[in-house]
């Protein structure tokens, strides 16, 4: 089929490579404006585009969707269906109604659940233990279209949003695939949404990354594992952030005063949670990169008694 595919992050990436690899003819590839990142804060071009262009596809990077020499260069691209994978923008009506066939769209959860901007994290700080990919037919609210096809994965249970995320994103990508063989051939089902099962998944806000050490040692390790990694939970330690990126759970039963530092030793130091501990293995100090806790404590010792938390 002629494509217009609209993605912008690395989650999009598979699902393009994989629609490329099926033949499909792509009238445009269309993603977001290049943005600074970095340190340097560099202007980059999203992973979207650059796979776009390795691929020798057109790419248009539109800075405002309802802009209508936009809309109309869109229209003169004739696509007979749109493709949506982490796209990060709000279609118009206008554009829903544009293709022949649809807009089909690819969502990181198992619709009716975790619709909106952070499924992934929001199923691991949630201590799920299924999510999975849906393809739907998009409609103007809210990852509310008819659902075409389903595909579950497990969440292990020290599984971090990272590797939720990549497995999620090559499973996407066949599940795409199956869905356009589907479409083409007239036969993709339209399966309605049931609302009363429906929750969601707004964006994360900073306070969020903030490590509550009175919470349960089980909700802290679901924390910590879904913002690994990115955006990466932390601590307060006299007075600078300590992202945590690793931990393990110990003594579940344990009681004491939350975030009280009880042991240090080769692995890294475990901490009292509002209910069991936690075996921190993997830190992040102020300027430096990720490392293992042990590698820490070299460089920045830590004694038993000592108190962390944030105000």
């Known amino acids: 089929m002629r494509l217009v595919f609209m993605g912008t992050p690395d989650f999009a990436v598979p699902s393009l490579q994989a629609l490329v ?57 004739q696509p007979e269906l749109i493709v949506v994978v982490a796209f990060g923008r709000i279609l118009s009506r206008e554009i829903l109604d544009l293709p022949a066939r649809g807009c089909v769209n690819l969502h990181a959860s198992l619709l009716p659940r ?48 990272g590797e939720i995320h990549d497995r999620l994103a090559e499973v996407g ?3 795409l695939v199956h869905t356009l063989e589907l479409i083409a051939a007239g036969r993709a089902p339209r399966l309605p949404q049931d609302e009363a099962l429906a929750t969601y998944a707004p964006p994360l806000k900073p306070e969020e990354e903030v490590i509550h050490w009175e919470q349960p040692a089980q909700v802290i390790y679901n924390q910590i594992r879904g913002l690994n990694p990115w955006p990466g939970a932390y601590t307060l330690r006299s007075g600078e952030r300590l992202k ?19 042991e240090v030793g080769r692995e890294g130091f475990v901490v009292q949670a509002g209910t069991g501990r936690l075996l921190v293995t993997s830190v992040q100090p ?26």
């Open 244 to 262: 945590i990126y690793g931990a393990r759970l110990t003594d579940p039963s344990a009681i004491g005063r939350a975030g009280r530092v009880v």
């Open 21 to 77: 690899a099926a033949g499909h003819e792509f009238a445009a590839v269309i993603t977001q404006p290049d943005r600074p990142r970095g340190r340097g804060k560099k202007l980059l071009p999203p992973p979207v585009k650059s796979t776009a262009l390795a691929a020798g596809l057109p790419v248009r990077q539109p800075s405002d969707m309802k802009d209508r020499e936009f809309l109309e260069d869109l229209r003169l691209l």
């Open 173 to 175: 990508a066949g599940l």
């Open 286 to 311: 102020p300027g430096k990169k990720i490392m293992p806790a042990s590698a820490y404590l070299q460089g920045y010792p830590m004694v038993p008694g000592e108190i962390l938390g944030c105000v």
């Open 114 to 161: 975790y619709r909106g901007a952070a499924p992934i994290h929001r199923a691991v700080m949630n201590g799920e233990v299924e999510t999975g990919v849906t393809t739907m037919w998009m409609a103007p609210q809210l990852d509310a279209g008819d659902i075409i096809l389903q595909e579950k994965l497990p969440i292990p249970p020290e599984a971090t949003t």
